[in-house]
């Protein structure tokens, strides 16, 4: 399951892939590229 999380008192959103890998973002658009590109970047 894919999870979305504000990081409180900035401007950040953490990322976590089914699969367990996790990034940090300022740009949901690329949050997203990033989530939907997996497993590219993904490990
Ligand atoms: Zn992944």
Known sequence: MNRV????GTDWLHAICHC???RDFDDPVALWDWLLAHPEGHR
């Open 20 to 22: 367990g890998a996790e």
């Open 5 to 8: 999380l504000w990081v409180p």
